[in-house]
């Protein structure tokens, strides 16, 4: 029986309005919210951690799933993120980096990152050189690849008549999801603001400790510092949800991790630091530097407590201790001169600046022998330890129970 024109037009006002799925908004919120997490998943564990640097293999299922997930929820090609993604390793913060915010500015990157994918994402060069190893199958090059916009296409007409009208207001945030958590907010401010664990050889940082919204891709230092790596978090204060999901996923077979961050072993204290002491340093370098770090922190916290109770001027030290415990290219020109003022008025920091560059050239110094670079690394110890400086004879006391 068919309906009178007012029956039909009550009828659609109120598809437009409610869709199938007649939710309230705190529950359009959370699917919103649920299926932008999924992305989120999708994008750090398939096309970060097992498509790009090979930390970990999937198994069928959740592959086809997160390829599926992808093509609906963000168009995005595999191949292109993959190899876009190699090459900012690759040239991190040079011309050639896709989207260095050193090189391109924080706001270019910020707001403008989506543009700057798809810019990269039509050199041929690119994607030859760096996007080797990504799915070719029929259902790649037949409909993920060949018809990327449809799948974005199909989550729209899902949303709509789900929800109606609303549908469209979700698929947008669905949308810019992605380029603003991961184009934007990784690539730009993961390279300008935040907290460093580690002396990365680029300017990459920490955005927050626990890694829930971008699915653990917060902890982008982490990341730099062991690229092939599955698990992003490194200190037990750092949370990523994307290595909860990969453990459980590990437990029913789904996921096999290759790589993990190396951890150092620590032994009995030797006598004197020998070849497997240097192995373990050298293996272990960027935790040996945070170490380290830790050490210069407390010195100056206490060199900084000295010159309170003395009632002397705290300024230049205060300006300076930010940079003390990094590499010399990672200081910017505005704080030379009073890292300089801080070191000739601190003989002690002044020291342990000195050793620690010493004890960075031990795995930069390539044309040294592993024997000559052992006895250095004894002699280094022996300085240390004779040096007075509370911080660095116990930093060299546990350096010499290290082991690989």
Same mark, same amino acid.
């Given at each position: 029986?068919?309906?009178?024109?007012?029956a039909?037009?009550?009828a659609?006002? /109120? @598809? !437009?309005?409610?869709g #199938?799925?007649?939710?309230?908004?705190w =529950?359009? $919120?959370?699917?919103? +919210?649920?299926?932008?997490?999924?992305t989120?998943?999708?994008v750090?564990i398939?096309?970060?951690?097992?498509q790009?640097?090979r930390?970990?293999d999937?198994?069928?299922i959740?592959?086809?799933?997160?390829?599926?997930w992808?093509?609906?929820?963000t168009?995005?090609?595999?191949?292109?993120?993959?190899?876009?993604?190699r090459?900012?390793?690759?040239?991190?913060?040079?011309?050639?980096?896709?989207?260095?915010?050193q090189?391109?500015?924080?706001?270019?990157?910020?707001?403008?990152?989506?543009?700057l994918?798809?810019?990269?994402?039509?050199?041929k060069?690119t994607?030859e050189?760096?996007?080797?190893?990504?799915?070719? /199958? @029929? !259902?790649?090059?037949? #409909?993920?690849?060949r018809?990327?916009? =449809?799948? $974005?296409?199909?989550? +729209?007409?899902?949303?709509?008549?789900?929800?109606g009208a609303?549908?469209?207001?979700?698929w947008?945030v669905?949308?810019?999801?992605?380029?603003?958590w991961?184009?934007?907010?990784?690539?730009?401010?993961?390279?300008?603001?935040?907290y460093?664990?580690?002396?990365?050889?680029?300017?990459?940082?920490?955005?927050?400790?626990?890694?829930?919204?971008?699915g653990?891709?917060?902890?982008?230092?982490?990341?730099?510092?062991?690229?092939?790596?599955?698990?992003?978090?490194v200190?037990?204060y750092?949370?990523?949800?994307?290595?909860?999901?990969?453990?459980?996923?590990?437990?029913?077979?789904?996921?096999?991790?290759?790589k993990?961050?190396?951890?150092?072993?620590?032994?009995d204290?030797?006598?004197?630091?020998?070849?497997?002491?240097?192995e373990?340093?050298?293996?272990n370098?960027?935790?040996?530097?945070a170490?380290?770090a830790r050490e210069?922190?407390?010195?100056?916290?206490?060199e900084?407590?000295?010159l309170?109770?003395?009632?002397?001027?705290?300024?230049?030290?205060?300006a300076?201790k930010?940079w003390?415990h990094?590499?010399?290219?990672?200081v910017?020109?505005?704080?030379?001169?009073?890292?300089?003022?801080a070191?000739?008025?601190?003989?002690a920091?002044d020291?342990?600046?000195?050793?620690?560059?010493e004890?960075?050239?031990?795995?930069?110094?390539t044309?040294?022998?592993?024997?000559?670079?052992?006895?250095?690394l004894?002699?280094?110890?022996h300085?240390?330890?004779?040096?007075?400086?509370?911080?660095?004879?116990?930093?060299?006391?546990?350096?010499?129970?290290?082991?690989?």
């Amino acid at each position: 029986m068919l309906l009178p024109d007012s029956a039909v037009l009550s009828a659609a006002i /109120d @598809w !437009l309005g409610n869709g #199938l799925w007649d939710l309230t908004w705190w =529950q359009i $919120v959370l699917y919103t +919210l649920v299926t932008t997490h999924i992305t989120i998943a999708a994008v750090t564990i398939f096309l970060h951690r097992t498509q790009t640097h090979r930390a970990m293999d999937l198994g069928p299922i959740p592959s086809h799933f997160f390829r599926f997930w992808l093509w609906i929820g963000t168009g995005m090609v595999t191949k292109e993120w993959v190899a876009i993604h190699r090459k900012h390793h690759a040239k991190c913060e040079t011309e050639d980096d896709p989207h260095s915010p050193q090189v391109k500015g924080i706001d270019e990157v910020m707001w403008r990152g989506a543009e700057l994918y798809r810019k990269e994402s039509k050199n041929k060069e690119t994607m030859e050189r760096y996007g080797h190893g990504t799915p070719d /199958d @029929w !259902l790649e090059r037949n #409909l993920y690849s060949r018809y990327s916009w =449809q799948g $974005v296409g199909l989550m +729209l007409i899902l949303n709509l008549a789900l929800f109606g009208a609303i549908g469209l207001t979700i698929w947008a945030v669905q949308m810019l999801w992605i380029p603003f958590w991961a184009a934007g907010v990784v690539n730009g401010i993961g390279h300008y603001w935040g907290y460093r664990n580690f002396e990365a050889m680029d300017s990459s940082t920490n955005l927050i400790p626990w890694g829930i919204i971008i699915g653990g891709e917060e902890l982008h230092n982490n990341h730099h510092t062991y690229p092939t790596s599955a698990k992003f978090s490194v200190k037990k204060y750092e949370f990523d949800i994307g290595w909860v999901y990969i453990s459980l996923m590990q437990k029913i077979g789904w996921a096999k991790v290759k790589k993990v961050p190396p951890k150092m072993q620590m032994g009995d204290v030797q006598p004197v630091a020998d070849a497997k002491t240097l192995e373990a340093v050298i293996a272990n370098r960027y935790e040996v530097m945070a170490n380290f770090a830790r050490e210069m922190r407390r010195a100056t916290k206490d060199e900084l407590a000295s010159l309170k109770a003395k009632g002397a001027d705290l300024s230049v030290l205060k300006a300076a201790k930010r940079w003390l415990h990094r590499d010399d290219d990672k200081v910017p020109a505005a704080a030379r001169t009073h890292l300089v003022q801080a070191r000739a008025a601190h003989p002690a920091l002044d020291k342990m600046m000195t050793m620690r560059e010493e004890l960075r050239q031990l795995w930069l110094n390539t044309s040294q022998s592993r024997e000559q670079l052992a006895a250095d690394l004894a002699a280094w110890c022996h300085r240390a330890e004779a040096s007075g400086i509370a911080g660095l004879r116990e930093f060299s006391t546990r350096l010499r129970a290290a082991r690989a």
